[in-house]
């Protein structure tokens, strides 16, 4: 008689745990997708620019136009798959890139240790917007016009005097680049950031 008690006993929780499941299973199944997909929503949402790589010779260029060297510390804006942050690592630069998607970002690291530069060159998880670009001496980019006009104003109040700047593709507004450049097709844009207040941000 005590083990029949006992097996139903069993069966009581049994049936409990199944009542509960369907009366709370799907919705807590539904709160922990919805989590899933807010946070994934969230990652969205920061990824102002879609990510087309740049061609290397066109990196090539940005590299050479900003006279990227040993000492330099170069920050890449959007980093994509690593290909600017590495290029300018094999010039000595301590290069950083700054990237939203975790999937790139697993990409470039991987990138940046098959190039052998692990030592000089580096991925940050971050809105590009948010960056303190007041360490770098060098910064590049392949953005939007919207987006290179919101990075204006911090390039111009946090980057040093002398500094450079270099955008693929599209230009900064009124602000007159120093030089452009064609590359197949493709145009390379080239500042350097001038005394303070010399320009209105």
């Not at 049994?14 to 990652?43: C, E, K």
């Not at 990510?51 to 136009?65: A, I």
């Not at 980019?141 to 005097?161: E, T």
């Amino acid at each position: 008689m005590r083990t029949h008690r006992g097996s139903s006993w069993l069966g009581s929780c049994a049936l409990l745990a199944l009542i509960a499941w369907l009366a709370f299973g799907p919705s807590l199944f539904g709160a922990a997708t919805d989590a899933a997909l807010a946070q994934d929503a969230g990652i969205e949402s920061k990824k102002i620019v879609p990510f087309v790589p740049t061609p290397q010779e066109v990196v090539d260029k940005m590299v050479d136009l900003a006279a990227v060297k040993k000492g330099d510390v170069v920050y890449d804006l959007g980093s994509g798959d690593g290909r600017i942050v590495i290029t300018a690592a094999k010039q000595g630069a301590r290069a950083v890139g700054f990237e939203i998607d975790p999937d790139l970002i697993k990409e470039s690291r991987e990138n940046i240790r098959k190039a052998g530069v692990e030592k000089l060159a580096e991925i940050r998880q971050q809105d590009i917007l948010t960056v303190d670009l007041s360490g770098a001496t060098v910064v590049t980019m392949y953005l939007l016009p919207d987006v290179n006009l919101k990075l204006r104003p911090n390039l111009l109040s946090q980057l040093k005097p002398g500094s450079r700047v270099v955008s693929h593709a599209f230009d900064m507004g009124d602000w007159k680049p120093d030089k452009t450049e064609r590359v197949n097709g493709r145009t390379v844009y080239f500042w350097t950031i001038p005394a303070k207040g010399a320009l209105k941000q």
